[in-house]
């Protein structure tokens, strides 16, 4: 899941801003609740004579403007300074991490949103949600899963948190506890696609191909057309020992999607069990064309095109990989016999 899309979940950002602009009751001097006396008066001796100091309110306004013109650098200086001053308030944390993750710096925005929910009153299911996600994005998928739990328990209406969870879980091989997490997404939102393609995920890898088939078919009803249902199908079918069913999955999907690395080694592998492997080298070769620093496609290409008594080709193409770091081809170039 990528596998969990970041993309997703930026749009909370703008939302955050937006949300905190509206808010009523008056403003709040800028401290958070949790920050002591001593605090509030370092920040006013460290400010500039006779500067003005905005309230966080203020702050996230000016950030705002910035953020739909997408001028980030001057919308993160506004929030450097901020957080300077206020380094215990959860709000400027949690904006300054989603504008971190709005220029791809996800290890940083992870720190900031841990950090916001290390001062932030109460349970926040969202914004758990929203630190999960860092998390796995920056592979910590143990992080994540504690985030969606907390997530999870905070509102166990919200089908997202068991469902994302349940991935995470997947991911830890922690197949049981999966299962049971599916079954609560399950509940709360029956119509969702992705339930049943994790569960078909569960069974491919336990290899209970009926299970998996089964579940995969009720994505594919949801979501007919979905590239990443189909391309799950077609492992299943191939894992199954239907390759020609696999091809026709495969070669049904759009152009974009066969930029996938998974779906070009699939249906090479698919072409290679019906005995064309002719057609699985040209179908790798032409990825390993289009993507010409990948050390594994090229190793790849070189291996079905050795498979396809190419030889000449074989040797060009593993010298490409082995030029290109990969570990194995110098050693798989040794075993071949000299031309």
Known sequence: MIGL???????????FFAAKTLIGG??????????SAEVQTRAGEDAPKNAPIQTIEQVLESVQVYVSAQEFEPATAILREAIGRYP??????????????MTEEF??????????LEHDEGVNPEMQFTAGTLANTIDQPELALRHYQIAMEGDPDNADYPLYL?????????????????AIAARLSPDRAMVYATWAKIGLRQNKLSIAKSQVQKARELEPYAPE???LEANIQKRDGNPERAIELLSALPQAAMEDPEAVRLLA???????QPADAASRMVDY???NSDDAKAAFDAAVWLERAKLREDAVLWGRRARDLGHPSAQRWLDTLPEL
């Not at 899309?5 to 939302?15: E, F, T, Y």
């Not at 008056?26 to 920050?35: D, F, M």
């Not at 592998?269 to 005995?275: D, P, Q």
């Open 5 to 15: 899309v970041v993309g997703a979940v930026v749009s909370v950002v703008l939302i």
């Open 26 to 35: 008056g403003e709040r001097t800028g401290i958070g609740s949790q920050e």
């Open 88 to 101: 215990l308030d959860a709000d400027l944390r949690f904006a300054m991490g989603g504008l971190l993750m």
């Open 107 to 116: 290890e940083q925005a992870y720190e900031q949103y841990a950090a916001g």
């Open 166 to 182: 349940a991935n995470i879980q997947f991911k830890l091989n922690q197949l049981d506890q999966a299962k049971a997490s599916l």
């Open 229 to 231: 249902w189909m391309i």
């Open 269 to 275: 592998e698919s072409y290679g069990m019906i005995g």
């Open 288 to 290: 390993a064309s289009a």
